[in-house]
Structures are given as structure tokens and as C-alpha cells.
């Protein structure tokens, strides 16, 4: 039992740039989401999924989309990358009404 | 729109002290709170979760409480050590849809030897 997993842990991009973030999640948890931390900012929600083929917008959805085609992934594309995307991104799940569980983040830097 | 408040936001104290962490939050409507540690640079692990029905949950030295009506939470360390050093987080779950999780800013805790 992996939990929830990250890939990859470090990214570099250029502005401009696309790239996918993936999580996984072996819990069978129906929730899933993806937020950024930033210094001074929390963990704000980007977007987040009910269930298997839904997403829907969470606080800072700009810049990103996101994708569930099946329940265990979720994943978070940033089509042209920009400084202000720099951030630590984190992947939780939970099922209905308990704790979530985080994945270890994701470093991405936007040069 | 929920909004979760964290007070202090860094604490440091002398190993031993028996210390409070404070969350508070603006809707009451909760389905539960939890509490996360987070240590420099890594991910978050989840300390305590506390049901909108209960008063409080306890772990080991950690005990977090809950009063939903007041809209606040207190995270209880007993016999502070270094090792607790670590930043402190609090999050709501909402009732409504995803029951997505606000997160507070954090409180920032330094344990000295």
C-alpha cells in the first residue's frame, strides 16, 4: 500500500514550457486534489475530482487544467508555464468524509 | 467563503512546556477538522481528525479539541520535545459538494534543547 504518490518529485521549466504532474492513489478514495503551497500563502485548492471522469474548479484555478480518466489518477497539466506557477504542489485523496492523504509534492520552478 | 486562521504564527519554546496551537475558523458548517505536521521541505502527515460531532481526539501527547459553535480548534502538546519542531497545520472540511479541505497558514514551532 503506496498511499498517495507524486511524479516527479523536482521539475525546471522555462516560461513557456508545458508539463503534467501525476498522482496515484491505491486507497480507492472517490476525492481527489491538487493544491500549491506557497510562503505566506497555506495550501491553496487548485482543482479537485468527485469521482472518476469529474473535476471541477477549486480557489486558483488558473493556468492549469486537470484530468481523472481513471479513479487511482489524477492529473495536473500547466499548458505554458509562468514564474508565477513556481510553487510546491501537493496530491490528496480521501474517501467520503475522512482524512485526507497527501503525496510527498512536487517542486516546480519556472525560470 | 470559509476562512481558517491560525494564531500564532511561529512559536518557540523550551523543551518540556506543555503548549497550545490555536485554529479558528469564520463557518461553522464543518464536516471535520484535521490537523497536519509538516517538516521543512517534506510532505504533510496528518495528526488528528476530529469529527463535527466530537469534542476532541487525543494521540499519544497530542489532544485537539473542537468547538464547532465557536468556530475554533486547539491542538495540545504535552512535554514539548525537539523532535515536535515542525510546522503546524489546521484544515476544515466543508459539508457542501467535494467537502474540499481550507487550510489555515500555519503555526511555525520551534522546540529549544
Known amino acids: 500500500n503506496a498511499g498517495v504518490t507524486q511524479t516527479p518529485k523536482f521539475r525546471v521549466l522555462k516560461t513557456g514550457q508545458s508539463m503534467t504532474l501525476l498522482c496515484a492513489q491505491d486507497m480507492n478514495h472517490e476525492y481527489m486534489y491538487w493544491y500549491r503551497q506557497d510562503p505566506g500563502m497555506g495550501l491553496r485548492l487548485i482543482h479537485y475530482?468527485?469521482?472518476?471522469?469529474?473535476?471541477a474548479k477549486g480557489e486558483v484555478p488558473d493556468g492549469y487544467n486537470v484530468s481523472r480518466l481513471k479513479k487511482q489518477n489524477f492529473l495536473l497539466g500547466l499548458e505554458s508555464a509562468a514564474p508565477s506557477q513556481t510553487s510546491v504542489y501537493f496530491c490528496a485523496s480521501s474517501p467520503l468524509g475522512l482524512a485526507g492523504v497527501f503525496g510527498p509534492g512536487t517542486r516546480l520552478t519556472v525560470t | 467563503k470559509q476562512e481558517v486562521t491560525q494564531i500564532p504564527a511561529a512559536l518557540s519554546v523550551p523543551e518540556g512546556e506543555n503548549l497550545v496551537l490555536n485554529c479558528s475558523f469564520t463557518d461553522s458548517a464543518i464536516y471535520n477538522l484535521q490537523w497536519f505536521r509538516q517538516d521543512p521541505g517534506k510532505g504533510l502527515t496528518s495528526l488528528l481528525l476530529i469529527q463535527s460531532s466530537q469534542r476532541e481526539q487525543t494521540s499519544g501527547r497530542l489532544n485537539a479539541s473542537l468547538d464547532k459553535s465557536s468556530g475554533r480548534s486547539t491542538l495540545y502538546i504535552a512535554a514539548s520535545q525537539p523532535g515536535d519542531s515542525a510546522t503546524y497545520l489546521c484544515a476544515v472540511r466543508g459539508t457542501q459538494g467535494a467537502q474540499k479541505l481550507v487550510f489555515g497558514q500555519g503555526t511555525r514551532l520551534t522546540i529549544n534543547p
Open positions: 475530482s468527485v469521482g472518476e471522469g469529474t473535476t
